[in-house]
């Protein structure tokens, strides 16, 4: 192995991608493969916490997230793109970290305040949704990260992973509680305290123009678009300007677009200014110009997507995740150890004879 810094970081396999996580956070995870050492998890256990009577969804919708992954630049050359649920060591952390945090602070964690809103999960919830936070915290620690590349949504869920941390370090290694959260892994503890890293755009905008982008709201342009659909949707971004020579609004949804999207810096000043003077500029033409900048971005990824198209291209996937986990697995080995070690829970090292059984 090496000894780069490490990223862990995830999704729950909930259907495609679209805009907003490439700027909230996969855009961020493409960019830093080289300077860490990357961890990709399929969240599928997350998956069963709301929908455990639709295992073939979840089964289809977890192919499908790689297929996003390697598309937006994902190299599993250079990255680990693993299986939640076939790293044992996760589940294991799962158990001991959840005696380290109070039941009403779990409870009490935002995300998923917002998530049983959102969802409309009333009081109908699985015993099991709320642990899926706890089961953050192993999925991120069990990697002993510095940094966490998430979207805004997840910060809570971030901070109490930082707290877990803390905690074991503090009952178990016996690092003083003033220490400083840099200095946890030299005062003796096993994990650092990782950094949520968010992306450039905290929130895009959806194309309803309120809301922000979501599946489950209807108003994403997902990276798996084709170019026809990429411009009926930014079509359909809603501003409620009249005419083009309307002074605008340049922090409308639309303008979110074009800073986001449109990479030349002088003409974003340039359509910014022509705007909020109602400089004789359409609304159109600037889709236009958002359109063919989202598009120029997407090309590529549709060409690196178009490789695992079809049953073949799901074998690649397969073997992908297989040799992914197969690798996370060896630094997951190590942290359990090394935390039952700290327990006081290694009085012999795990053996499991399997016999005959397969
Ligand atoms: N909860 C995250 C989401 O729904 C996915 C996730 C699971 C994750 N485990 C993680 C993200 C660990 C970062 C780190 O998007």
Same mark, same amino acid.
């Given at each position: 192995?090496?000894?780069r810094?490490?990223?862990?970081?995830?999704?729950?396999?909930?259907?495609?991608?679209?805009?907003?996580?490439w700027v909230?956070?996969?855009?961020?995870?493409?960019?830093?493969?080289d300077?860490?050492?990357c961890y990709?998890?399929?969240?599928?256990m997350?998956?069963f916490?709301?929908r455990?009577?639709?295992?073939?969804?979840?089964?289809r919708d977890?192919?499908?997230?790689?297929?996003?992954?390697?598309?937006?630049?994902?190299?599993p050359?250079?990255?680990?793109?693993?299986?939640?649920?076939?790293?044992?060591? +996760?589940?294991?952390l799962?158990?001991?970290?959840?005696?380290l945090l109070p039941?009403n602070?779990?409870?009490?964690?935002?995300?998923?305040?917002?998530?049983i809103?959102?969802?409309g999960?009333g009081?109908?919830?699985?015993f099991?949704?709320?642990?899926y936070?706890?089961?953050?915290?192993?999925? +991120?620690?069990?990697f002993r990260?510095?940094l966490?590349?998430?979207?805004?949504?997840?910060?809570?869920?971030?901070?109490?992973c930082?707290?877990?941390?803390?905690?074991?370090n503090?009952?178990?290694?016996g690092v003083?509680?003033?220490?400083?959260d840099?200095?946890?892994?030299?005062?003796?503890?096993?994990?650092?305290?990782?950094?949520?890293?968010?992306?450039?755009?905290?929130?895009l905008?959806?194309?309803?123009?309120?809301?922000?982008?979501s599946k489950?709201l209807?108003?994403a342009?997902?990276?798996?678009?084709d170019?026809a659909?990429?411009k009926?949707?930014?079509?359909?971004?809603?501003?409620?300007?009249?005419s083009?020579?309307?002074?605008?609004?340049?922090?409308?949804?639309?303008f979110?677009?074009?800073?986001?999207?449109?990479t030349d810096?002088?003409?974003?000043a340039?359509?910014?200014?022509?705007?909020s003077r109602?400089?004789?500029?359409g609304?159109?033409h600037i889709?236009?110009?958002?359109?063919?900048?989202i598009?120029?971005m997407?090309?590529?990824?549709?060409?690196?997507?178009?490789?695992?198209?079809?049953?073949?291209?799901?074998?690649?996937?397969?073997e992908?995740?297989?040799?992914g986990?197969?690798?996370?697995?060896?630094l997951?080995?190590?942290t359990?150890w090394?935390a039952?070690?700290?327990?006081?829970?290694?009085?012999?090292?795990?053996?499991?004879d399997?016999?005959?059984a397969?």
């Amino acid at each position: 192995m090496n000894s780069r810094p490490r990223i862990l970081t995830g999704d729950t396999p909930t259907g495609s991608l679209h805009l907003g996580h490439w700027v909230g956070s996969l855009e961020n995870r493409v960019r830093l493969q080289d300077e860490y050492e990357c961890y990709f998890l399929l969240a599928n256990m997350h998956a069963f916490t709301t929908r455990a009577e639709k295992p073939d969804e979840i089964r289809r919708d977890t192919i499908e997230i790689v297929k996003d992954w390697l598309a937006a630049g994902i190299d599993p050359a250079r990255s680990c793109v693993l299986l939640q649920t076939e790293v044992p060591a +996760i589940a294991e952390l799962t158990w001991f970290f959840a005696m380290l945090l109070p039941f009403n602070r779990v409870m009490r964690n935002p995300t998923l305040k917002t998530e049983i809103d959102s969802k409309g999960l009333g009081d109908k919830y699985s015993f099991g949704f709320p642990m899926y936070a706890v089961g953050q915290c192993a999925d +991120i620690l069990v990697f002993r990260p510095e940094l966490v590349p998430v979207g805004e949504d997840q910060v809570a869920h971030i901070e109490m992973c930082r707290e877990v941390a803390r905690r074991f370090n503090q009952v178990f290694c016996g690092v003083d509680p003033k220490t400083e959260d840099d200095d946890y892994v030299k005062a003796g503890g096993l994990f650092p305290i990782p950094m949520a890293l968010v992306g450039r755009v905290a929130r895009l905008a959806g194309i309803d123009g309120v809301q922000k982008m979501s599946k489950s709201l209807g108003n994403a342009i997902f990276l798996n678009d084709d170019p026809a659909t990429v411009k009926k949707k930014v079509g359909k971004i809603f501003t409620g300007r009249q005419s083009p020579t309307e002074p605008g609004d340049t922090s409308n949804a639309l303008f979110q677009f074009v800073e986001a999207f449109i990479t030349d810096a002088a003409r974003v000043a340039e359509l910014k200014d022509r705007y909020s003077r109602g400089d004789n500029i359409g609304d159109g033409h600037i889709k236009a110009e958002v359109t063919e900048a989202i598009n120029a971005m997407l090309a590529p990824m549709r060409e690196r997507r178009a490789q695992f198209d079809g049953p073949a291209g799901e074998k690649m996937i397969i073997e992908i995740i297989r040799d992914g986990t197969s690798r996370a697995n060896r630094l997951a080995e190590e942290t359990l150890w090394l935390a039952k070690q700290a327990m006081g829970l290694d009085l012999f090292p795990r053996t499991i004879d399997l016999g005959k059984a397969r």
